[in-house]
């Protein structure tokens, strides 16, 4: 009994203050809540996933030209969309606009696809 009534106050001295812990079955959840920063974070972190996956995949074919940073910012523009658009199906208003939700993370995921096609480029074509 000592033990149970212990955990119980040790779980709410955690959550006492905090923020909740993150759930990832509320990636997928279009009736949770969210607030601008959590949402700012996971489209954060979608567009770096992204990003890497299209950097190590252009540089290892090999694809040149700008034609493919168009390419890329289109398909991570379109990813990040249709995961707050249609999966999640909240009201964008809420949270800035279109404008404010597809620029979330945008420049550090330019960053790090252009890195990471250079060096896997270079590294396996020369």
Known sequence: MKEKSSKSTKSHQ??????????FNKLLDPEASWDKDQ?????????????????LLWGAIPLVG????????????GIVYCYYAIVLKIDEEE???HGTLLQEGMFASITLFLL????VYSIAHF
Do not use: K, T, Y
């Not at 955690?14 to 759930?23: R, W």
């Open 14 to 23: 955690q959550h006492n203050g905090e923020v909740p812990p993150f759930s």
């Open 39 to 55: 949402l700012g974070d996971v489209l954060h972190w979608i567009r770096q996933a992204v990003a890497l996956i299209c950097g």
């Open 116 to 119: 990471a096609w250079i060096l």
């Open 66 to 77: 700008a034609i493919w940073i168009v390419l890329f910012m289109l398909l991570s523009s």
């Open 95 to 97: 949270f800035g606009g």
